[in-house]
């Protein structure tokens, strides 16, 4: 899969994970695939660019993103 693939191309086969991507009111529903996964079945890691996105204690008990975020296509807003 080419790393300049339409969100429609992915759609294709990935239709759930786009209907949950599509509806997500975080930043990363206005991305398009080839953002995040630049070769098709690639599972990227968020902290190449998200470097810190929770202070350090809380990256010592939870190193894994997926712990908290369960779905990283449905990915709740943080209040403000």
Do not use: Y
Request: proline share 8%; glycine share 8%; net charge neutral.
């Amino acid at each position: 899969m080419p790393g300049t693939a339409d969100v429609n191309t992915c759609s294709g086969c990935h239709d759930g994970v786009f209907a949950k991507w599509q509806g997500t009111p975080s930043k990363h529903g206005q991305v398009s695939c080839v953002m995040c996964h630049q070769q098709h079945g690639q599972i990227p890691d968020c902290r190449e660019c998200h470097a810190e996105p929770h202070n350090k204690k809380q990256l010592e008990m939870f190193p894994n993103c997926l712990t908290c975020h369960i779905d990283v296509h449905d990915l709740p807003v943080k209040k403000k």
